[in-house]
């Protein structure tokens, strides 16, 4: 059973920065593609950002230039470096792994921006 444990979420201010970490539990993490999704309320799950085996990243419109994906697969972890929050990005933020066509999801850390 792949388990994806996400931890980071929580209030900041607007301006401010969080990091988003997502343990997987599976040795497979070196070959899988990671993402972060997030959603909103009211809204439909949206990606945030990717990034592949080999560590290229793309992001979203409206994350480009703040969020930062990297990953470290000696820990089996993906990251997520939000910086200047906007209220907009207030949202249960998911982590994902496709495993080589076997897709996972994390259980969702909140992040709430508001002053």
């Known amino acids: 059973q792949v388990q994806l444990v996400e931890s980071g979420g929580g209030l900041v201010q607007p301006g401010g920065s969080l990091r988003l970490s997502c343990a997987a539990s599976?040795?497979?993490?070196?070959?899988?593609?990671m993402a972060w999704y997030r959603q909103a309320p009211g809204k439909q799950r949206e990606l945030v950002a990717r990034i592949s085996s080999g560590g290229s990243p793309n992001y979203a419109d409206p994350v480009k230039g703040r969020f930062t994906i990297s990953r470290d697969n000696a820990k089996n972890t993906v990251y997520l470096q939000m910086n200047s929050l906007k209220p907009e990005d207030t949202a249960v933020y998911y982590c994902y792994q496709d495993r080589l066509g076997r897709v996972y999801w994390g259980q969702g850390t909140q992040v709430t921006v508001s002053s």
């Open positions: 599976t040795s497979f993490f070196i070959v899988s593609t």
